[in-house]
């Protein structure tokens, strides 16, 4: 396929019609410390594989995008010295110029769905900043306008989760709530916010992906999964530790690409590494799912 490096097992798993599962590989390269990166990225791909779905990590290396990347690969991606970060507007660039780095939530999305992947699994995407409602991510623009399902934990807990449930309505992207009613704050079960649609099982989201399909529409379909009950962090004391460390980006001038990792290690920091083992359980019960609903879809 034209600007994309598919891997030969998936490329076969897409030719047959069996399920695939595409991972992002940011939170290789900039969410987690190693060893813990390289780990969750094993972890993930063997919860798609234990659930019948084919894993595909999304990554750009030597300058290839590459949708499905063999172990050796992904040890080699954890372990680089200097990763670049690659969203979706930094694509061209790290293609030009040669570079390797772990793909967002967006650039994963738009090299995914060019290789002809349905599903993607992620821990929670992106969206309006705290305090800087200005400061949105591409996250929301790439789920209004390409059409997969995005398996997450809700949107990233030291956003402005109200804002970013208004920005998702605004650009036409149905938010279903997982087994809930209220959007899921990361690594707390819920928010308190409502939301608009529900689902209860894998085939439901499925019939939503087709009906979707027949409609023709070019929207994602975000399904928002409450971390599981026993990894999860209690939400009023989440509240206010975010605040406390967003409070510290402010005062130390960290803007741009660097406040979301600065914001996630100072809250593992701050919560004595609870919040990392938090957002690893988010993370395996969210590949679990997307590989449920893959499968569903499949079939």
Request: glycine residues 8%.
């Amino acid at each position: 396929m034209e600007g994309v490096t598919v891997a030969p097992h998936v490329a076969e798993a897409l030719a047959l019609g069996r399920p695939v599962v595409a991972l992002e590989s940011a939170l290789i390269t900039h969410g987690m410390p190693a060893p813990v990166n390289l780990d969750v990225a094993r972890q993930m791909e063997a919860v798609v594989e234990a659930e019948g779905a084919v894993p595909a990590t999304v990554a750009v290396v030597d300058g290839q995008a590459r949708v499905g990347l063999a172990p050796a690969e992904i040890e080699a991606l954890a372990d680089h010295a200097t990763p670049f970060k690659v969203s979706l507007r930094d694509l061209p660039a790290a293609l030009a110029q040669g570079r390797t780095g772990g793909t967002t939530v967006a650039a994963t999305m738009a090299l995914a769905h060019r290789a002809g992947v349905a599903v993607f699994a992620t821990g929670g995407i992106g969206g309006v900043h705290r305090g800087h409602p200005e400061d949105v991510s591409a996250d929301l623009m790439a789920l209004s306008t390409t059409p997969m399902t995005v398996v997450c934990a809700g949107a990233k807990a030291i956003l402005d989760l109200p804002r970013t449930l208004e920005a998702l309505e605004t650009l036409g992207v149905p938010v279903v709530g997982y087994g809930t009613d209220t959007l899921p704050a990361f690594t707390s079960r819920s928010s308190g916010l409502p939301v608009p649609l529900r689902a209860d099982t894998p085939a439901e989201v499925a019939a939503m992906m087709r009906a979707r399909a027949a409609l023709d529409l070019c929207c994602a379909i975000l399904v928002c999964v409450p971390i599981p009950e026993e990894a999860a962090l209690p939400w009023e004391d989440v509240e206010g530790e975010i605040a406390a460390v967003v409070a510290e980006a402010e005062a130390g001038g960290i803007a741009g690409r660097d406040v979301t990792p600065f914001l996630l290690a100072r809250l593992s920091e701050q919560t004595a590494g609870r919040s990392r083992d938090a957002n690893v359980a988010l993370l395996l019960h969210n590949a679990c799912m997307a590989a449920r609903i893959a499968c569903s879809y499949a079939q």
